[in-house]
């Protein structure tokens, strides 16, 4: 069965400096969707990206976070200066076209703690 | 806005008693509903939705779930436990009254769920 990967599983970084967490979707989905989980929280969502483009962002996506699709098969999401309350559970999602009905696939996360 | 409720932060049932999760929902609109499981150190696995049509709807495992519109509740439920089901599940809501938008999910804060022998 298809399912979302990401790497690495675990990211340790110092504040201030920059992370990318990589996604590789499901391969005919053509929604994705970064959510985070901070220890003990609820999952949040991020953004969500359509077509080489963010179609909506939740306030935590400041400028500092930037999502991108460099090729064919995966989607990245960078943190520009990470501070110490990015430290979470970071998860990569994906559906089929025309996703509002459609369930969303998530992959097994990244752990990002920043020190 | 929309917005998901778990009232019980933890819920423990017996090995082959029935179980029920609670999930309450406010959306402006009318909702997309699921329920998602998360295992230890796994992502989140779909479990089941409710889009339209049938109020109770079946899904992975054995799980169903019903969907109460003048309760604005969709409880999880499954007739059996197993020590299995031990996890965190989640429910979580889209309106499809929102346009323009990216398919957003609203979680809930998760419910964990013991199964005992």
């Known amino acids: 069965e298809p399912e979302v990967t990401q790497t690495p599983s675990h990211q340790v970084t110092q504040m201030g400096q920059e992370v990318i967490l990589r996604c590789v979707p499901i391969s005919n989905h053509l929604y994705f969707y970064w959510y985070r989980q901070i220890l003990g929280q609820k999952v949040e969502f991020l953004v969500s990206f359509y077509n080489n483009e963010i179609s909506e962002k939740s306030e935590i996506f400041d400028d500092q976070f930037s999502v991108e699709r460099p090729d064919g098969s995966n989607f990245t999401l960078k943190i520009r200066s990470t501070k110490l309350e990015d430290s979470a559970m970071y998860f990569c999602?994906?559906?089929?076209?025309?996703?509002?009905?459609?369930?969303?696939?998530f992959g097994p996360g990244t752990r990002l703690t920043v020190t | 806005a929309q917005s998901v409720a778990q009232p019980e932060d933890q819920v423990n049932v017996a090995e082959g008693n029935p179980l029920t999760v609670k999930c309450t929902y406010s959306?402006?609109?009318?909702?997309?509903l699921f329920w998602y499981v998360q295992y230890p150190n796994r992502g989140l696995q779909f479990l089941l939705k409710?889009?339209?049509?049938?109020?109770l709807v079946k899904g992975s495992y054995g799980f169903e779930a019903e969907f109460n519109k003048s309760q604005t509740s969709f409880h999880l439920k499954k007739p059996s436990a197993l020590v299995s089901d031990s996890a965190l599940y989640f429910c979580?809501?889209?309106?499809?009254?929102?346009?323009?938008?990216?398919?957003?999910?609203?979680f809930g804060t998760g419910t964990q769920l013991k199964v005992e022998l």
């Open positions: 979580a809501v889209r309106d499809c009254e929102v346009t323009g938008g990216g398919n957003k999910l609203t």
């Open positions: 999602a994906s559906s089929e076209i025309s996703g509002r009905g459609y369930e969303q696939y």
């Open positions: 409710y889009i339209t049509g049938d109020n």
């Open positions: 959306v402006s609109g009318n909702p997309y």
